[in-house]
């Protein structure tokens, strides 16, 4: 349950620093994440497609070193934990000289899309993650 | 059907120029619009409510002089036109200098919120801009 | 040392969930934490125009709630903690209905512009935060 | 000088209405047009280390049918003529259907990286590009 997952950074998400502007991580992650799915079998669409939401609600990140544009990070994502209303990911972030610029947790819940109320995990993500 | 909307430029939208990406001004308009929206008694959050999208179909920008970390820019938005599928509006913004530095064009057209087809002008809309 | 200050959800924010997306908090804290320094006297921009820059090392959320487009939301900041080379700030986000709906933590640091090696606490910072 | 570059939409660039938000058009043509760049042999990261910038002057987009989620979109960025001072790219986007989606122009200017000046076309790109 582990994935590398390939980020170019973009010029627009550098900052006037120079540096990759912090806030642009949420949304790696999440593209890392739903990678990690889609190669379990699972895309992360199919999950909204059978109704189901999955919502962040915790998220955690340390920034040991700046990334800058034009790098090629890797971001090796692992589940570690999951119980019967929540999943547990974490994310180490890598640059091309196999630094460690981040690492990053995010916990994220199971919603139904109607109800909009949190649910049990679902089947189709019980019958892949255990 | 003026407007005269602030936006004070964050850090998160400078790049390593060290100006405000030429990114920003889309949502930057969309705030504009729909605050000169709210002025009028309609805020956009009750068009689509009433089941009525608004995409952007053009764009325009030209690009005059940048904008820097923490300028107060102003845009002054206006309503050229309205067809009966279409609305025109027009930005310029300016800095706290009173210098121009963008000028741009965004066109909307109205989509039914459950079709996803393209429709007339709605009434709530067509009431207060003719 | 504390600060409260607005935000209202755009459009852009939002995404197919229906809910101002999670990654948006990051910038919206940052925004939030320089208009508390802006009220100290001392506006982030004139750090870095003294040769400082404040990366942020370490950020943890608590997504409780959702934010939804149009909400105006209220951030009120405060300074913990500063220490020789780090300063604490938390947030708590509320939206209109007085519902807690996200509590954020940031940890910056201090860097020469220059040099871009860890330095600390500036003397224009250790006047005003003790 | 063609270059088709691909872009998967990401959860975070959607919007309420369930398309990908018309804002992130910007951000996936600057890259698109600086991997075209990469291709010819000169990476932006190399035009701004010899002391260029170029920022956009111009932008249009025409927005003829919404990206969803997850969608594998093709950019197929063309340079459409360069002067003494300006370079004027194309963007055609398709979607995994070969629908049409987005037609973009951009138009780029050259600048002196530290007098913040317009400079003519540098030698780096005439060579290329002429």
Redesign the interface.
């Known amino acids: 349950m582990i994935y590398l997952h390939k980020h ?1 950074v ?3 998400e ?6 990759m ?7 790696i992650f ?2 890392a994440r ?1 990678e990690l799915f889609r190669s379990l079998g699972l ?3 199919q999950i ?1 497609n059978e109704g189901i ?1 999955m ?9 040991r070193k ?1 990334a800058f ?2 790098d090629e990070l890797t971001v090796n994502t692992t589940i570690k934990k999951r119980t019967g209303v929540k999943i547990f990911f974490e994310y180490t972030v890598t640059n091309s000289k196999q630094e460690t610029i981040n690492i990053g947790k995010t916990t994220l819940a199971f919603m139904d899309k109607h109800t909009r109320k949190p649910v049990r995990v679902p089947e189709i993500i019980a019958q892949i993650i255990n």
């Open positions: 170019k973009g010029y627009a550098t900052d006037q620093m120079g540096f502007h912090h806030s642009n991580y949420a949304r999440e593209n739903w895309p992360y669409k909204e939401l919502p962040v609600v915790d998220m955690e990140l340390k920034f700046p544009y034009d």
